[in-house]
């Protein structure tokens, strides 16, 4: 059998969605490896908030017994620079898969990516930061303008998790299809709220243990106010927007409607928010009572209208046969409204959220770029 080659992996973040994508990269590395020639899947490097595990000779790191090794570390956590100089100098290609929301780690991409090192990611703040880091990005990506020999990036899981919203986005861009309007439900959190909170049949949860249940779900992003603020989905607008043609500055340089009571806007941490929330249920029982009363449901929505440059993101109200008003659970709905596709939208409509699905989407980057780096 041919000798094949071997590539190197970092996974820093092992909550719900890197513990899932371990489990999913294990299954990947048994697959690679029985193909000819085969692919080696070495993990070299597991990090989490406060300590890391790596490989002093590259040697590969069991990926079953990964987590338990990286609870028993009590060496000094190193700066993130330091590992990624110790990637940089790998026997061979690395990737290095980003499972936080890290926005310090996000804005070392460039950096990371000039050194050789890809990344794929289902971290969104990179990508939704300032212009000029999506720039900078893409510019030192090797799938952007970057030279030859620059790291690959990939972040399909930024956007709708696993479902194929970057990949249809950026085809439909890149075979020369004019993106005139991108609409529907892009988190997996309001989604789950608004679909228990105010379902069609009627009933319902109250607003705060729907919220609860969501987090519990690993639904929410790792502090839940990043939801209900509508900055996640105005994120994911930021990107959405950007590989449509709209240089979007910032998710904050357009509309957004939180959801977070003003009174509750100096908690000192999510699970603070999260015991208080329940004193303000009759605000969103106010919103529901009145969208019942012209016989609709309320949405979390968004939408891009690439003409006019206009970019929002709020609640709406929807009559109960609309097709935003019956999603189920954790669903997305995105509507893609182009030039050839005319007044019938492409729409990718399935789960948004949680640890399986998101890691399914990073899983599928990963291959990308395995095969990107033969
Ligand atoms: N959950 C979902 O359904 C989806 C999530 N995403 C994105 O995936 C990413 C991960 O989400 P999720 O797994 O749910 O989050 P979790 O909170 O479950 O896990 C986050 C992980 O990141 C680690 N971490 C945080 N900060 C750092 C840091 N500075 N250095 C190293 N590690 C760090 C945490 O460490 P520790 O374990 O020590 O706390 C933890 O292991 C986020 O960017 C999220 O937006 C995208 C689509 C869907
Ligand atoms: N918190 C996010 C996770 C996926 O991006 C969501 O609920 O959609
Ligand atoms: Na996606």
Redesign the pocket.
Known sequence: MATGKTIYIAV????????AFLGQLAQLQQRLAKKSPPTNLTLILV?????QLSSPDYKPINIGTALAELDKVTTPFPQ?IVSVNYLAKAPGKVVLV?????L??ATVYPLVLSKGISIV?????AFSHTFSLWTRIFEAAANGSGPEGNGFVFHE??VG?GLPVLSTLNELVETGDEVIKIEGVFS?TMSFLFNSFQPVAGGGGTFAAEVKKAKDL?????DPR?DLNGL?VARKLTILARIAGLPVESPTSFPVQSLIPAELKDCKSGDEFLAQLPEFDNRMDEVKAKAAKEGKVVRFVGSINVGSKEVKVGLESFDKSHPIAALKG?DNIISFYTKRYGSNPLIIQGA????E??AM?VTGDLIKVIKLLR
């Open positions: 820093v973040g092992v909550g719900g969605v890197g513990q990090r989490r908030s406060t300590k993130l980003d499972n936080t929301s890290d310090d780690f990611t289902p971290n969104k703040k899981s930024s998790a997996g690993g639904y929410t992003e790792p990043d996640d954790s948004g959220a949680g640890g699905v998101t989407g």
